[in-house]
């Protein structure tokens, strides 16, 4: 796995995301790694972010984590792509085009999550990424995510 979480790449104009972003002092500040093929995400959410169900987590919240996962995998793998290094240069920031979220079971408050991304098609500057969300290897949620590269003047992709 990477050291540095793919958000710490990101440059500063795009770092203030409520879920991803390291300059969000109020923002969940969640940090995704690249490993191998896939990127990893360990979060623990707070006790405050409880959904309808005592217990379990808001789905809402859910729906963040795999969006924002998913924005770190894609920028990530579309660097991967072009076959450079996580130093080489900031990465680019993809938005969200299409979220769909599959509640598979309730996530339980008070463990760990996993988040797990695997890139399904990267063609021109949108990126298809599936997510799973986990907690102790039991997959409560899955998302789809179509992602799309934001312009930058000198990205000389």
């Given amino acids: 796995m990477t050291a540095k979480a793919i958000q710490d790449y990101y440059r500063d104009e795009y770092a203030h995301c409520f879920g991803c972003g390291r300059l969000n002092k109020d923002g969940m500040q969640i940090q995704s790694h690249w490993n191998g093929e896939e990127s990893v ?3 623990m959410p707070k006790p405050y972010f409880t959904g309808g169900v005592p217990g379990t987590l808001y ?5 963040s ?3 924002c996962h998913s924005a770190a995998t894609a920028s990530a793998a579309k660097w991967h792509d072009k076959v450079f290094a996580l130093d080489d240069q900031p990465l680019s920031r993809f938005v969200t085009a299409s979220l769909k979220v599959d509640y598979l079971k309730p996530t339980p408050m008070g463990k760990m999550l996993e988040l797990r991304g ?3 098609e990267i063609k021109g500057q949108k990126v298809i990424v599936d997510v799973t969300l986990s907690s102790e290897q039991d997959i409560c949620a899955r998302g789809e995510v179509i992602l799309v590269q934001l ?6 992709w």
């Fill in 41 to 43: 995400c360990h979060v």
């Fill in 59 to 63: 789905g809402g919240l859910i729906a």
């Fill in 65 to 67: 984590l795999i969006d």
């Fill in 118 to 120: 695997r890139v399904k």
């Fill in 151 to 156: 312009p930058e003047q000198d990205v000389h």
